[in-house]
């Protein structure tokens, strides 16, 4: 069975930093791009950080640029997101991603595998 799982989240404040984590297992992970997503309430799940296989190839959402960073370990078959400076716009449910397309995948439609999602809340 295919899982991913996510884990690191929390409450913290504005400014403060936090690390995500997501667990693959159930198949080989490393070559799939990996990525990261979040979604507030009422609002659409959008892309985060995206990392290709090797990991020499990374996106990140305007937003996130400069602040987080996606790396992967395809040894562990673990994916993280290193979250600084945080603000409280960043307050969201963060999910984990595997898509195994080719290259460096942005939609959401694109990947065929997800987390149960790790809720991160930034007070101001």
């Known amino acids: 069975q295919v899982q991913l799982v996510e884990s690191g989240g929390g409450l913290v404040q504005a400014g403060d930093s936090l690390r995500l984590s997501c667990a693959a297992s159930?198949?080989?992970?490393?070559?799939?791009?990996m990525g990261w997503f979040r979604q507030a309430p009422g609002r659409e799940r959008d892309i985060v950080a995206a990392?290709?296989?090797?990991?020499?190839?990374?996106y990140y959402a305007t937003s996130v640029k400069d602040r987080f960073t996606i790396s992967r370990d395809n040894a562990k078959n673990t994916v993280y997101l290193q979250m600084a400076s945080l603000k409280p716009e960043d307050t969201a449910v963060y999910y984990c991603?595997?898509?195994?397309?080719?290259?460096?995948?942005?939609?959401?439609?694109?990947?065929?595998?997800w987390g149960q999602g790790t809720q991160v809340t930034v007070s101001s």
């Open positions: 159930g198949r080989t992970f490393s070559t799939d791009t």
């Open positions: 990392i290709n296989w090797s990991g020499g190839n990374t």
């Open positions: 991603a595997a898509s195994n397309f080719y290259g460096l995948q942005l939609r959401k439609e694109e990947y065929h595998y």
